[in-house]
């Protein structure tokens, strides 16, 4: 079965980085999109970035464009969110998920890691 596992979370300083990990096994990242996705309590679920190895592409969501950026190694099937210049409002719990490529990084299938917190004072 599809694991995924995020690690790299941590109280931060705004202004501050931090580095999210997303390792994965049983699967081949080539085969799949890596989104990472985020959700603070009592707000709705954010997709943060969308990773394709296989269009090598990427998007990211406005809110993060410019401050967060997606890196890959494939020889440790892991991706890397690193975030820079971090904001309160970027508190939440971060996770990422394999989906299909035909599902664009919906979210909508069953592999999901289990999040790491972020958090980020002002």
């Known amino acids: 079965e599809v694991q995924l596992v995020e690690s790299g979370g941590g109280l931060v300083q705004a202004g501050g980085s931090l580095t999210l990990s997303c390792a994965g096994s049983r699967f081949t990242f080539g085969d799949f999109d890596i989104g990472w996705f985020r959700q603070a309590p009592g707000k709705e679920r954010e997709r943060v970035s969308c990773?394709?190895?296989?269009?090598?592409?990427?998007s990211y969501a406005d809110s993060v464009k410019g401050r967060f950026t997606v890196s890959s190694d494939s020889a440790k099937n892991t991706v890397y969110l690193q975030m820079n210049n971090l904001k309160p409002e970027d508190t939440a719990v971060y996770y990422c998920?394999?989906?299909?490529?035909?599902?664009?990084?919906?979210?909508?299938?069953?592999?999901w890691g289990r999040g790491t917190q972020v958090n980020v004072s002002s």
């Open positions: 990773f394709s190895s296989r269009r090598g592409s990427t």
């Open positions: 998920a394999a989906d299909p490529p035909h599902y664009h990084c919906s979210g909508l299938g069953p592999w």
